[in-house]
């Protein structure tokens, strides 16, 4: 028999600011102490050096956690010009130092346009890609270098915020890109674009999909609210269990209907005409306002499930 899982059967999502030095995995295992919640994951990595938001998926949330992997994301950023790490950031050792007191803004503004929209990326040894089940960056700390394939990224904006000159020049710069992006792979590649050299200092996450900074909540603070209380004291910080799929047209059914749907049987209802056409997802909630999950619409109106809440009649 599977053991019970410790903790409140709670779900929802937190929008956490990560603090610096800090690996995501424990900022994690922070939040699910502090709430006591029996099930939480977070939804893709940051490095232990960058900060800002981190959504955390709790209960039933985990279950959508998908969509947040794949969601695009903002960045504000440091890079340092005259200085390469082994790490392409500054958790590394510098192995090369270049000069960079004729580098102007110019230049980082020229250099820069070469990495807007889509791009070919190499992934760095110290990223937390696998190969053969092994974290590449365990391998970069051993001292072995695997091949890696180019990947397809987008950059929708790189916009340069500020430039500060000198024999190691500093560029604040905000990036908005699709998932997998790798800002570090940007600063090492500008750097060695403009023959100095370069790594990131600083990395600051202000969106992750719909989630935003001016939603996140600090440890500090939850730890502070949390003191000497019971963990239900955090959770109006929840978001709902639907958050992460809240980009998604919304479909009350009908009670009957809605009954049918959470035993997992495609049903018909004349509203979905009007939200989308064959093979959109919609969120699917009851007359009562409960989502029970993510609906794929089909061209005759039909409404198939495709990930169900947990329910006290299904799964």
């Known amino acids: 028999m599977a053991r019970k899982p410790k903790g409140r059967p709670i779900s929802g999502v937190l929008v956490l600011n ?10 994690l295992q922070i939040a699910k102490r502090l709430f006591y919640v029996a099930k939480a994951g977070h939804t893709g990595s940051l490095d232990p050096l960058a900060t800002g938001v981190l959504p955390l998926c709790f209960g039933d949330s985990t279950k959508f956690s998908q969509y947040l992997l794949d969601a695009d994301k903002t960045y504000e950023s440091t890079f340092r010009l005259g200085e390469r790490t082994d790490t392409s950031d500054s958790d590394g050792e510098i192995v090369e130092t270049h000069s960079a007191l004729h580098i102007t803004e110019a230049m980082v503004l ?5 990495f807007k929209g889509e791009i070919s990326q190499v992934p760095s040894m110290f990223s937390a890609l696998k190969k053969d089940g092994q974290p590449l960056y365990k391998l970069a700390r051993q001292g072995i270098e695997v091949e890696r394939k180019a990947r397809q990224v987008t950059v929708y904006a790189l916009d340069l915020l500020a430039f500060r000159p000198g024999v190691v020049a500093e560029v604040d710069v905000r990036v908005s890109c699709s998932k997998g992006t790798y ?3 940007i600063a090492e590649d500008l750097g060695q674009a403009l023959k100095v050299g370069g790594h990131v200092s ?10 935003t900074l001016a939603q996140s909540v600090s440890i500090d603070k939850l730890e502070e609210l949390r003191a000497e209380a019971e963990p239900e004291v ?3 910080l929840l978001l709902p269990v639907d958050a992460p799929v809240a980009n998604m047209p919304k479909l009350a059914l009908p009670e009957a209907t809605a009954y049918y749907f959470r035993q997992g049987n495609p049903v018909m209802d004349a509203q979905a ?10 969120r699917v909630f009851d007359q009562a306002g409960e989502f029970l999950g993510i609906g794929e619409l089909s061209d005759d109106g039909r409404v198939a499930p495709k990930r169900l809440v947990a329910t006290n009649s299904a799964d």
């Open 202 to 211: 600083r990395l600051h996450r202000t969106q992750a999909g719909p989630f």
């Open 18 to 27: 990560k603090p610096g030095g800090m690996t995501s995995n424990r900022a």
């Open 273 to 282: 005409f009007a939200l989308g056409g064959e093979g959109d997802k919609v």
């Open 183 to 185: 800002i570090r792979s």
């Open 110 to 114: 020229a250099g820069l346009m070469a």
């Open 234 to 236: 955090l959770d109006p």
